[in-house]
């Protein structure tokens, strides 16, 4: 079932593109207070656009996420749950891509799509199709180009610039959607040689909450601090401080390709109607608790960027504290388009909230993740408001986190077992089962689980 008014006339219907990075932390923005690299391409589509604050995912895990940003569900709805499985999630033909084609636009996908795919072959809702195998190399891809096979030398990232870009260009006045799917930030980092010996000289200290006290944390955080994956540089003959400042250079050539595409819409003159997004697929913590990975709920894990520019209706500089998700990103590209948004989605769209604003907002959300290869369910849920974050680790026994990022933004201090919050504490547990319900979710999924397999979780 379809809810929405019908396609807007072709003439005044928008171009979309959306950038997605992976493993992109919300904090690797100078824009959003980061310090370690600046990026003033990124920065710039920030002041000339909106800036959302509090952008996170549902499941911070690459597949997952891809697989929610186009289709607007939940892992358990889409049952791309892991980065092993392989479900027909398009097959409904309510992909948002594809909704879109049928609209009459120019569909576009060029770069990772990780979602398991053999050969890297074109999928449903695009008429042009660049893609690679699994995770994919940096430098020298052999891309599927439309069905066929093709070796372009040099860094992954510009050549699929390179190739959206032109694509971009031969649409004309035709809108076209756009969607740059990209291997920066992911590990391990091999660099463009423009960006080798960058940030030589910058220091890489441990976050400071890699020196709490291990037996402070819960016995499931303790538990995934001992896995082979969380040690990942051990294996690599990595340090920390090399880990960290290859992610941050990566963030170089991510930032200066984006300022290509905003240089060529601004050339062309479409910039003006033309919704550029620029969000990633999952943080990554580089030592925040003793942790190497995404999949947790904690901040550097969940909390992405999301840059909007749409110069026709977001103002320069728009700054945003509203709860998004990367299921709204679905149906916001249809509102835009004056397409239909399916009654299926479990997303919003995000329109509302860079006009008039609305009252009709979500106030908190749920996030699900830990499916394991011999798991059932997922073995930790987070609500987030706007101030408080409620955890809830449920393999073996469950476990309970509450923190008041407002106070304690690193996410240090546990306040689950103090007196005082004890009534706070219940109401986001019983929120936690409420959005379960709303989410068409089991809400078993609020018991203990089985163990199962924190050895191979999934990237």
């Known amino acids: 079932m379809l809810t929405g008014c019908g396609q807007a006339p072709a003439d005044e219907r928008p171009s ?50 891809r697989a929610g940003i186009l289709t607007g569900l939940y ?6 749950r892991s980065n092993e499985d392989d479900a027909k999630f398009l097959a409904s033909g309510l992909g948002f891509p594809e909704l879109l084609q049928k609209e009459g636009y120019a569909t576009g996908f060029f770069g990772k799509w990780h979602i398991p795919n053999p050969g890297a072959m074109p999928q449903p809702g695009f008429d042009r199709w660049v893609s690679f195998d699994g995770q994919g190399q940096y430098l020298d891809e052999t891309f599927n180009i439309d069905g066929e ?7 992954n990232t510009d050549r699929l610039f390179d190739l959206a ?23 391990p ?29 819960p016995a499931f955080v303790q538990r995934v601090r001992t896995t082979l994956r969380n040690r990942f540089f051990d294996d690599e003959g990595l340090t920390h401080e ?8 990566m963030m170089l050539s991510l930032d200066d390709n984006v300022g290509r595409l905003t240089a060529a819409l601004d050339e062309n003159g479409t910039a003006e109607r033309t919704a550029l997004f620029v969000t990633s697929d999952g943080g990554f913590m580089w030592g925040e608790h003793g942790l190497y990975r995404k999949r947790t709920a904690y901040e550097p894990s969940i909390h992405v960027p999301l840059l909007v520019r749409f110069p026709r209706e977001i103002a320069a500089g728009t700054s945003l504290t509203d709860l998004a998700l990367n299921v709204d990103i679905a149906p916001t590209m249809l509102d835009l388009a004056g397409a239909a948004i399916p009654s299926t989605y479990q997303g919003k769209s995000m329109r509302d909230l860079w006009g008039a604003g609305t009252q009709d907002w979500r106030k908190d959300l749920l996030y699900i993740d830990g499916w394991g290869k011999f798991v059932d369910g997922p073995q930790e849920l ?27 933004p690193d996410e240090r201090d546990n306040i689950a077992g103090q007196t005082e919050h004890a009534t706070r504490l219940a109401a986001m547990a019983q929120r936690m089962g409420e959005l379960l319900v709303e989410l068409e979710a089991p809400l078993t999924w609020m018991d203990a689980v089985e163990p199962g397999s924190a050895e191979h979780p999934g990237r």
């Open 382 to 408: 987070a609500v987030c408001t706007q101030r408080y974050k409620y955890v809830r680790y449920r393999r073996d026994v469950v476990e309970e986190a509450l923190f008041d990022l407002e106070l304690d």
């Open 149 to 155: 096979r093709r070796q372009l030398l040099g860094f």
């Open 242 to 249: 090399m880990s960290v400042r290859g992610y941050y250079q």
């Open 165 to 187: 870009l032109d694509w971009i260009n031969e649409q004309g006045d035709r809108p076209y959607l756009a969607i740059i799917s990209l291997k920066n930030l992911h590990r």
């Open 16 to 65: 979309l593109v959306l950038v997605l990075a992976d493993d992109q932390r919300f904090d690797t923005l100078s824009c959003a207070g980061g310090k370690h690299v600046q990026t003033p391409c990124l920065d710039k589509i920030a002041a000339e656009g909106a800036f959302f604050e509090r952008a996170y995912v549902t499941t911070s895990l690459c597949c997952p996420a």
């Open 75 to 80: 892992a358990h709805k889409t049952q791309i």
């Open 189 to 217: 980092p091999i660099l463009p040689r423009r960006h080798r010996g960058s940030l030589a000289n910058q220091e890489w200290p441990l976050p400071e909450s890699a020196h709490d006290p291990v037996e402070e944390l």
